[in-house]
Nanobody, 126 residues
Framework: QVLLVESGGGLVQAGGSLRLSCATS????????MGWFRQGPGQERELVAA????????YYADSVKGRFTISRDNAKNTVYLQTNSLKPEDTAVYYC???????????????????WGKGTLVTVSS
């Protein structure tokens, strides 16, 4: 079992920034591929960014490219999502999730993930 705990959400004005964090106590964190998902009001949960345990180019949804940056610090067992130039349509609960199949995560989305955090709410006001 991998326990994931998100933090860093909050209320921000349009154009602002937030840094989301997802921490786990598991020392096997470095063996997992990590993703950030979000679910807005009345919407399905969607993948916004993903980072492989092997490094390489991260994945970003088109809606966040150039504004969001995913990164990980294996020494701290933490994955981050830096969100810049936030828009009201970015309002959602943001979840981090883990699996060990990066390409499957990209293709399969939520069904491909093994472990989930409980989420952190990001609200962007206009």
């Amino acid at each position: 079992q991998v326990l994931l705990v998100e933090s860093g959400g909050g209320l921000v004005q349009a154009g602002g920034s937030l840094r989301l964090s997802c921490a786990t106590s598991r020392r096997t964190f470095s063996s997992y591929d990590m993703g950030w998902f979000r679910q807005g009001p009345g919407q399905e949960r969607e993948l916004v960014a993903a980072i492989s345990r092997f490094g390489g180019r991260p994945y970003y949804a088109d809606s966040v490219k150039g504004r969001f940056t995913i990164s990980r610090d294996n020494a701290k067992n933490t994955v981050y999502l830096q969100t810049n130039s936030l828009k009201p349509e970015d309002t959602a609960v943001y979840y981090c999730a883990a699996n060990q199949a990066f390409s499957t995560m990209i293709r399969g989305g939520t069904s491909a993930m093994h472990y989930w955090g409980k989420g952190t709410l990001v609200t962007v006001s206009s």
